[in-house]
């Protein structure tokens, strides 16, 4: 489930990994926590296992991330994904357009 908000730079919306997938370039990747903020950038906490993400996104190429739900609902797609900072498990991703589809 996500959690929206709307104030200023503030965080826009929420999704736990419990609920939800991401996908890039047809690939789907469990995480822990993906909070998207006003400001168009985004953090990703990941996984111990999902450190292979960061060949699907990386620094240079923008990609489509897809948060998609458990029972298969996309709620969220995110256009034009860059890695920003890496940082151990977590990153930040700045991203040029949002779409909310739920």
Not at 20 to 47: N, P, Q, T, Y
Not at 62 to 90: A, H, T, W
């Amino acid at each position: 489930m996500s959690v929206s908000a709307s104030k200023g730079d503030e965080t826009l919306l929420t999704f736990e990994g419990e609920s939800h997938r991401l996908f890039i370039e047809g690939r789907g990747f469990d995480f822990e926590k993906l909070v998207v903020s006003s400001e168009g950038k985004a953090k990703l906490f990941l996984k111990n296992s999902e450190h292979n993400l960061y060949t699907f996104l990386d620094f240079e190429e923008p990609r489509f991330v897809y948060v998609v739900s458990r029972i298969g609902v996309k709620d969220l797609i995110l256009q034009g994904c860059r890695i920003e900072e890496i940082m151990g498990e977590n990153c930040i991703i700045s991203f040029s357009k949002l779409q909310k589809d739920a």
